[in-house]
């Protein structure tokens, strides 16, 4: 199995370097993205604020972007080589439900997995792709296997 690469667009801080810093030591292929500092909440243009070449990994997650910004990368994604977009929720005022929704939604009409775990250590991975790059790289909620000498 090939390791899954993995791209990260963030807007900065320590906890988009502690994700990849955790990726990296699990071996991950990482591309780390900081959205400029001067890309506002309201974008009236999305993609001026997009990297160029964003969507050549399997994985993209997306970390504490404006609402605007993730609602267009669905559109940005597909016909790419993205087949996943998770979006951690660490802080509530990352994403909230509703806008969530609207981004499941445009997910789905991507072709794209989509997951967002609140908080990314809770995440439970429902589809192919997000399952493998779990697996991999030893993220989301852990199992727990017990056996017993008592054969219980």
């Not at 963030?10 to 502690?18: D, E, Q, R």
């Not at 990994?57 to 609402?67: D, F, N």
Request: net charge negative.
């Amino acid at each position: 199995m090939s390791p899954i690469a993995v791209e990260i667009l963030h807007t900065g801080g320590h906890y988009p370097a502690m994700v990849e810093a955790h990726l990296r030591a699990q071996g991950a292929p990482v591309t780390s993205y900081q959205v400029p500092g001067d890309c506002p909440e309201a974008v009236d243009d999305p993609e001026a604020c997009l990297p160029p070449g964003l969507g050549q990994a399997e994985v993209l997650i997306a970390i504490a972007l404006p609402a605007a910004l993730l609602t267009a990368l669905p559109g940005h994604l597909m016909g790419t080589r993205c087949r996943a977009l998770i979006v951690p929720v660490e802080d509530p005022a990352w994403l909230r439900p509703g806008p969530a929704l609207l981004l499941e939604r445009a997910c789905q009409a991507a072709g794209l997995e989509f997951e967002v775990p609140v908080p990314f250590c809770a995440l439970v991975p429902s589809s192919e792709t997000i399952t493998e790059f779990c697996e991999q790289y030893s993220l989301g909620r852990p199992r727990l296997h017990m056996t017993s000498n008592h054969g219980t």
